[in-house]
């Protein structure tokens, strides 16, 4: 099987971006970060699309943003996508991604450290308070053990997470860049 994108999955402040954007260049693939490609489209921030419609009209951005991702994945060329921390938990982007057989990775972070990444964080509509956050985990660990891989993203630099994706067997073939 040739293995030409990798989408990163997990709960806000996982480092999704971070480590996604440090995979591509280790890859020499192109980086793809979700929120980004909606605002694009949008020219509107994700805050303000919570803003001016709530978490409904931003779920439907976020399956089209989606749709165009997994269609064009179909092409030449490598990427990682950087997925929202809600993307995986709505049922429609699971299927989508499990119909086009797409290899998922969570970033698994404990609780108390993303807590503590978010906190100083004001552009995250969904960080409302810590009993929230903590809820909103829990009610999507589940849905992330669901990914194709797990990798533990808690206390480590981003390069240390690459390095983990990177030997994971689909990956360790595929020719890196130090
Ligand atoms: C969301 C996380 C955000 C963004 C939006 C909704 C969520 O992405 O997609 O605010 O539902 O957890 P990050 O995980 O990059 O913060």
Redesign the pocket.
Known sequence: MVVNSIFLV?????G??TVGQQLARRLAWRFID??EQIEKTEGRT?AEI?AQGGEAP?RRL?NEALRKIVEESARPGGRVI?L????F?QPANQELLQRARAITVWLECPVEELLLRCALMTN???FRDESNFRA?YELRAPYYRQATFTVPAGNSTPDEVVDRILSLKPFQGLVCCT
């Open positions: 997990g709960f806000m402040g996982c999704k971006s979700l929120d994700i919570f931003f976020e950087a929202g921390g809600g993307t938990v995250r509509p969904l909103l």
